[in-house]
């Protein structure tokens, strides 16, 4: 309004108001970038909480530590029904990065199953 206005003048001509200069195209269009992955981010958020709310595999995915909804929904949808797997034991042979550290035996790297890892990604160590 007219009071804000004035404020602004009076502040500018007795230089308490430092002036900013304009941001570049480059970094307009790297503020824009973040603040549509922010937005794509909270969307995606909104959608997996609803399909969990509404999905008693995802509730008792969730009561399991270390499982949030983003983990469940993943999960869940890696695993399809299940009947892939013999066990509960392939299921979690079956998840790179799920496993224990891998172990060094005689100077030898071997991954949390046994065998010698000679540089392949058997269970996601390198």
Do not use: A, G, N, T
């Given at each position: 309004d007219y009071n804000d206005a004035e404020a602004i003048a009076e502040a500018c001509l007795q230089g308490r108001?430092?002036?900013?200069?304009p941001k570049t195209?480059?970094?307009?269009?790297?503020?824009?970038f973040h603040r549509i992955r922010r937005q794509l981010i909270n969307e995606q958020t909104r959608l997996i909480n609803q399909q969990v709310k509404e999905d008693e595999?995802?509730?008792?995915?969730?009561s399991i530590p270390g499982f949030g909804p983003v983990v469940s929904s993943?999960?869940?949808n890696w695993l399809g029904d299940g009947r892939q797997f013999r066990r509960g034991r392939d299921v979690s042979a079956g998840r790179p990065g799920d496993c224990p550290a891998p172990t060094q035996y005689g100077g030898v790297s071997r991954c949390c199953w046994g065998s010698?890892?000679?540089g392949t990604k058997c269970c996601g160590h390198y």
């Open positions: 108001i430092r002036s900013v200069p195209q480059e970094e307009q269009d790297r503020q824009s595999v995802y509730q008792r995915l969730m993943v999960f869940r010698p890892k000679r």
